[in-house]
């Protein structure tokens, strides 16, 4: 194993290297199309070659306590990858090359070309097999059906997608599949310090507040009412950095006038709002603000659990109460290690699980 | 000039007046009345202007009514409606403070499809006193009690429909409506109950899915067209909630006519302020004149449709929990 954790790391290192034309190639094509933001893209690739590293690679695969990851019989998986952030399938790829699995690749429209160079230089270094394409149909066009099936999206979205996967013979209702659901993360916060604000903008704006991982609640020991103005520093000390690309549609003005209406303390920020609610984020673009600490956990996580992925925090010694998962620090909210678990879920585990008859 | 709110709830049903018309004097009622919607609506029609079109008459969310007691200050609640809800849930509630208004309401519109004097209505639905909450119950107990004959009446629940029953309900050469919710009418039909007879007429109220799995609108209608004896044409739809004082029908049809006092769209849920084009899905709206006192300017949280003839098809809850996160979207993707 440690020889393909060395490979992999190889390959990344030639994947990241300031020399690889065809990523910067890629990088400019997905700015040019509006696609993603230069800085998001930047921060992005920033933060995987932080986390990218042996060390990393070799804990992922340690967390498993297996003695080797080589499948009994080598599956297809079909990896569906969104859009909704640069590279956001990452972890999918590098979780079915650890596997030994072949790979399928539904290249997202709105990421088409990031991900792409990544696959190139794996397949050169027969690190990976497969093959990948932004379209449906060009995939189906292999003859290949999937073996299993990893994807992010909605509950309500499962049925649409295998709907589409069986029209193209792609994989159908019986193909195992692992759909990571979970659509919001929130931040328990204990202090209001320059750090921690600044830490929070980065978890609630970064990529528009796209993706799980981004801080859609957070629960603090001050009212919005108290702090709404010194925290809207942060944020624009945010954008002015990390100006953002993606916009709300009008209904985010139409819920501003509703939370005017209804009297709900809000911080209207034209691109994004505030809300001092406890409503179930489900809307992009609006953070949700609860005055509490850590006995208001005790009630939250149980009554949205559904949808939830990550509880970050700031004081790393926090204890939470019983039946939550661990803790993870704020700092680090956009910026997981490799092993982060969508869902709960390691993607690894579940492939190595996937066609495993023994001790698994 | 001062809005007397007599003359405007006369004028509601008054058909010589044009809709935009009297919403806008609604909407003036409204603005002055309502704080809630005055707020609302300044976000987009500045203080003392008056919509243009209909189009253009700020819709609050529905979700005001579990939120906010909306009653037009200088009124009191007669009566307060409630949603349907269990444990937790929270509920719509709905004060009405003017009652002659909801019973003009549910008789014009009922009238509108059905000659009420020609029929004996047949209700499978706990009665209004075992659920005085209930906007349906209240409507169905009204509907029952003008019946001069005496005739009409709320069914013994979880039995089945007898032949007696149908013989006293088509004396003096009455014909049958048959009114429930719609799993209230299939748990009927399991019950081995009897056919209807000629010229009857079955009205289903919705709620499919809160008993039973999920069924379309078109395989309920054979269901309850086979199951009874009845020619489709002869099963409608009506759609109504706590949060509405009126009621629309889809004679016949899947598709819903809205009365005159009412104006339904449909809207993109992504800029409620745009009118989906015919065949496009969005959220309904709902333009209630009959709501004078509470808002008449509703957006809803149903998925609907709108056809060209400007009918609206209801099908089902818009679901907005996938608008987040990193999701797969295969066909917006």
């Given amino acids: 194993m440690n020889t393909k954790i060395e490979e992999l790391v190889k ?29 998001d893209i930047k921060y992005q690739i920033l933060t995987l070659k932080k986390t990218l590293k042996k060390g990393e690679f070799t804990r992922w695969v340690e967390s498993l306590n297996v003695d080797r990851l080589n499948p009994e019989e080598r599956l297809t998986v079909l990896c569906l990858h ?99 659901t979970a659509h919001y993360s929130l931040a328990l916060i204990d202090n209001d310090r320059p750090e921690t ?43 002015l950095r990390n100006p953002q690309h993606k916009k709300p549609a009008p209904s985010l003005y139409y819920r501003h006038a509703y939370n005017s209406a209804t ?84 993607p690894l585990k579940w492939l190595r699980k996937l066609n495993c008859s023994q001790d698994c | 000039m001062t809005i007397d709110p007599k003359q405007l709830s006369l004028s509601i049903f008054d058909s010589t007046q044009s809709f935009i018309e009297k919403a806008r004097s609604l909407f003036k009622f409204q603005v002055g009345s309502n704080p809630v919607y005055g707020r609302f609506a300044k976000h987009f029609i500045p203080s003392g202007e008056l919509p243009e079109s209909v189009d253009e008459i700020p819709l609050l969310p529905i979700r005001v009514f579990k939120e906010c007691d909306l009653i037009a200050d200088g009124f009191r609640a007669k009566l307060t409606f409630k949603s349907s809800g269990t444990g937790n849930m929270e509920r719509s509630r709905h004060h009405v403070a003017d009652l002659e208004l909801y019973r003009r309401s549910i008789l014009s519109e009922f009238s509108n499809h059905f000659n009420s004097t020609d029929y004996t209505l047949l209700c499978y639905a706990p009665g209004y006193s075992d659920n005085s909450d209930s906007s349906l119950l209240w409507m169905l107990q009204y509907l029952v009690e003008l019946d001069e004959k005496g005739l009409s009446r709320f069914l013994p629940l979880h039995q089945p429909l007898i032949q007696s029953d149908i013989d006293e309900a088509v004396q003096h050469d009455r014909k049958i409506i048959l009114f429930g919710a719609a799993f209230g009418l299939l748990d009927l039909l399991d019950l081995d109950s ?28 054979s269901r309850l067209s086979e199951g009874f004896g009845v020619p489709q044409q002869h099963v409608h739809s009506e759609y109504g909630m706590c949060e509405l004082m009126s009621q629309l029908y889809a004679i016949g049809s899947e598709w819903f006519d809205s009365p005159e006092w009412v104006h339904t769209s449909v809207r993109d849920p992504n800029d409620p302020e745009r009118m989906c084009s015919p065949g496009e899905e969005g959220k309904v709206a709902i333009i209630d004149l009959a709501n004078m006192y509470s808002c008449p300017f509703i957006l809803t949280e149903d998925r609907g449709v709108m056809n060209e003839e400007g009918q609206i098809a209801i099908l089902g809850r818009w679901h907005s929990a996938a608008l987040r996160g990193c999701n797969f979207l295969i066909d917006r993707d």
């Avoid at chain 1, 991900?115 to 027969?126: A, G, P, Y």
């Avoid at chain 1, 001092?276 to 996580?301: K, V």
């Avoid at chain 1, 700092?331 to 869902?343: E, G, K, V």
């Fill in chain 1, 11 to 39: 390959a990344i290192e030639e994947w990241l290297s300031p020399d690889n034309y065809r990523l910067k190639e890629a990088i400019d094509k997905t700015v040019n199309e509006g696609l993603s933001s230069f800085e």
């Fill in chain 1, 197 to 239: 604000f600044r830490q929070l903008a980065n978890a609630v704006l970064r990529y528009g507040g796209s993706g799980c991982r981004s801080v859609a609640m957070v629960i603090a020991p001050f009212g919005l009412k108290s702090k709404k103005c010194e925290f809207t520093d942060y944020v624009e000390e945010f954008w």
């Fill in chain 1, 82 to 180: 969104a859009g909704n952030l640069p590279l956001v399938g990452i972890q999918d790829i590098l979780a079915v090359v650890l596997s030994s699995h072949s790979y399928l690749g539904k290249l997202s429209r709105k990421d088409p070309y990031l991900s792409e160079t990544l696959l190139e230089i794996l397949k050169k270094r027969d690190l990976l097999d497969g093959k990948w394409a932004v379209n449906l149909e060009e995939l189906a066009g292999g003859k290949v059906k999937a073996d299993a099936l990893l994807f992010s999206g909605s509950t309500e979205s499962v049925e649409p997608v295998i709907d589409a996967l069986t029209s193209y013979d792609l994989a159908d209702s019986a193909t195992p599949k692992l759909v990571r």
């Fill in chain 2, 194 to 221: 009897e056919g209807l007879p000629d010229g009857s007429q079955i009205v289903e109220t919705g709620g499919m899915k809160t008993r039973r799995r999920e069924m379309s609108k078109s395989e309920l209608r």
């Fill in chain 1, 263 to 346: 009297g709900v303390e809000q911080s209207w920020l034209v691109d994004f709002m505030i809300e001092e609610t406890d409503l179930q984020p489900t809307e992009p673009f609006i953070l949700h603000w609860i005055e509490g600490d850590r006995e208001t956990l005790n009630e939250l996580p149980q009554k949205y659990r559904r949808g939830l992925q990550t509880i970050y925090v700031t004081d790393p010694d926090i204890e939470l109460p019983a039946g939550l998962p661990a803790p993870e620090m704020l700092s680090d909210a956009q910026q997981p290690p490799i092993w982060w678990r969508p869902d709960g879920v390691d």
